[in-house]
């Protein structure tokens, strides 16, 4: 289903359009490309971003495929992922998005990244093992609750094995590192 078969296409389409500018905004930050003001209106687009994904919340619930789409609704996974300072918020979204995956009607990955993200925030172990840490000298893996049955609780979700999602994201990291990016201490997720 594209954006325009959607339910909402001028959803989609604001979703997706919000999500990429947002995916932009994040790169130029990871490689430190923005001075203080850059910085300062990217902080204020950020809360634009969220504040019209809480709108289209509070009118829509979560704006699921059959709503939106597939990669609108992955565009507002991403925005409500990224909404890191506003964690209210961010945990109201992901109780929506958990009520979209019992539907059939979101992915059952978004809402563990986002559930992870969420007790990241709080200064709790994360659950599924999706969020980490970019710091110069490599990659962290947030605090995990339980890790001897990390694995398992990963596949319960459809995440591969930590050892192999690690690795790719390493893999990413050095070649991202060799194109000119950043060893800026960052907040990442692994899938």
């Known amino acids: 289903m594209t954006a325009a078969e959607s339910l909402r296409p001028d959803l989609a389409r604001e979703l997706i359009a919000r999500a990429a500018q947002s995916a932009a905004r994040r790169a130029k930050r990871l490689r430190n490309q923005l001075d203080a003001v850059q910085l300062g209106q990217d902080r204020h687009a950020d809360h634009a971003d969220t504040k019209i994904l809480r709108r289209i919340l509070a009118e829509h619930d979560w704006p699921g495929h059959r709503l939106v789409g597939p990669e609108a609704a992955r565009a507002a996974w991403s925005l409500a992922l990224h909404a890191d300072d506003d964690a209210d918020f961010q945990r ?38 999706t969020q980490l840490l970019l710091a110069p000298t490599g990659i962290e893996l ?50």
């Open 92 to 129: 109201a979204a992901t109780i929506l998005l958990e009520r979209a995956v019992q539907d059939g009607d979101a992915r059952i990955q978004h809402w563990a990244q986002l559930y992870d993200r969420t007790l990241v925030n709080s200064g709790r172990p994360q659950e599924f093992g």
């Open 142 to 191: 947030c605090l995990v609750r339980a890790p001897d049955s990390l694995d398992q609780r990963r596949a319960s979700v459809g995440l591969s094995p930590i050892a192999i999602a690690l690795e790719k994201v390493r893999r990413r990291i050095a070649q991202d590192r060799q194109a000119g990016g950043s060893s800026t201490v960052v907040l990442a997720e692994v899938a």
